[in-house]
């Protein structure tokens, strides 16, 4: 409900205004906010230069003239009827800033703007414009001859400001607001105020309307905002135990795997190790492998035997072209097709802090070689 003033050059531009420098006008809007008003412009052309600024939109604008300060609330015919109503309500807040105004003028249209109407409201003129030959309203006439160019109606001595501001008010000339005296042989004017609310006593119920509406919606999206944070808060639980479920079947199906895979690397390790007993021949194919501190991928056909890992360039070879001594020295093997995003990969890391990449044809051969290596490190 309440409206946010703090902006620092809203009082820098308001004091520049009413202490007398060149600077005498300035507008506030919302900037596409809700509740923070904030300087939009200021200037020193008048009243012209702050009409030439004003938008279709909620403004609020201060203005001098000559030792006079009117303050100017904006409302666009285009603006919806929330934001109207809100604007009467932060329009008090304004006039509360701005306590030099001497006049407070409400306006829908640019060109209820006029300089002779604020000037008018500002006391600055006395009395209604004198005719310029353009027509004007009829008026009801006085028999007692008057030096004034049409009858005016006496103003009631006990509201003189209320009946003044209300005369000018509007956007067409100034009405009488009260009767004519009786015996003075004058006809009761048409414009008479008995019967009729007071335009103050309108803007206060429309104030207050105003501020039941805009209460009821803050309060309707209050409670859409709560049911919205129970919602998001029962949605994001539900995703966390979903997520959480799905993590530790994920690390379950992981633990399987890897005990299944140690199972049969087990296996074939002692099916090689009776091969080579029994045969004298050990475990040989072809892998390919990247050397540790290499870019380069080279496909070989290796021989494992005992402790060694020989590596040639192809089978008819008679001499490796490098070889592997392990006994003891593998501190890992483990699975890298993640890393080199290359099916059938594995890794092999030595205690000296070297690691040798390889990948197979195929499944199969990936994990005879696994098993391999596993029987050269263990070999005595």
């Known amino acids: 409900m309440s409206c946010d003033l703090t902006d620092p050059a809203i009082?820098?531009?308001?004091?520049?205004?009413?202490?007398?420098?060149?600077?005498?006008?300035?507008?506030?809007?919302?900037?596409?906010?809700?509740?923070?008003?904030?300087?939009?412009s200021k200037g020193?052309?008048?009243?012209?230069?702050?009409?030439?600024?004003?938008?279709?939109?909620?403004?609020?604008?201060?203005?001098?003239?000559?030792?006079r300060f009117a303050l100017l609330a904006y409302v666009s015919e285009q603006v919806s009827g929330l934001r109207r109503a809100r604007a009467l309500v932060h329009g008090k807040a304004v006039g509360a800033l701005f306590k030099h105004s001497h006049?407070?003028?409400?306006?829908?249209?640019?060109?209820?703007?006029?300089?002779?109407?604020?000037?008018t409201r500002l006391g600055l003129i006395d009395g209604p414009?004198?005719?310029?030959g353009s027509a004007s309203p009829v008026m009801p006439s006085s028999p007692t001859p008057v030096p004034l160019p049409r009858p005016v109606t006496p103003i009631s001595p006990s509201t003189p400001n209320a009946a003044f501001n209300n005369t000018f008010s509007s956007n067409g000339p100034p009405t009488p607001t009260t009767e004519t005296p009786p015996g003075s042989g004058r006809a009761g004017s048409p414009m008479n105020s008995p019967g009729l609310s007071t335009p103050r006593t309108e803007r206060q119920m429309e104030i207050e309307a105003a501020e039941r509406k805009m209460r009821e919606e803050m309060e309707r999206q209050k409670r859409a905002e709560v049911a919205k944070r129970q919602r998001e808060t029962q949605e994001r639980e539900?995703?966390?135990?979903?997520?959480?479920?799905?993590?530790?079947?994920?690390?379950?199906?992981?633990?399987?795997?890897?005990?299944?895979d140690r199972v049969a690397r087990e296996a074939m390790k002692k099916q090689l190790i009776e091969m080579e007993r029994l045969r004298g021949s050990g475990l040989s194919g072809y892998i390919t492998i990247q050397s540790s501190g290499s870019p380069y991928w080279r496909r070989r056909f290796y021989l494992m035997r005992g402790q060694v890992v020989a590596f040639f360039r192809d089978e008819n070879d008679r001499q490796p072209v490098s070889e592997m001594r392990l006994g003891g020295r593998v501190t890992n093997i483990e699975d890298a097709s993640l890393d080199c995003l290359i099916p059938n990969s594995f890794r092999v890391d030595l205690y000296t802090g070297?690691?040798?990449?390889f990948f197979s044809d195929n499944t199969r051969d990936k994990e005879l070689a696994i098993a391999g290596f596993m029987k050269c490190n263990e070999s005595a």
């Open 44 to 67: 020193t052309g008048g009243l012209e230069e702050l009409k030439a600024n004003l938008k279709e939109e909620v403004l609020y604008g201060f203005v001098r003239i000559e030792d």
């Open 103 to 119: 006049a407070q003028i409400n306006s829908s249209n640019i060109a209820e703007l006029s300089d002779e109407k604020i000037r």
């Open 238 to 260: 539900a995703r966390e135990q979903e997520l959480l479920a799905q993590k530790q079947a994920q690390e379950l199906e992981r633990r399987r795997k890897e005990e299944a």
């Open 354 to 357: 070297e690691s040798h990449l």
């Open 129 to 132: 414009p004198t005719p310029d």
């Open 11 to 40: 009082l820098e531009a308001y004091q520049e205004i009413v202490s007398g420098t060149q600077t005498n006008w300035l507008i506030l809007g919302y900037h596409d906010t809700r509740d923070k008003i904030s300087l939009y």
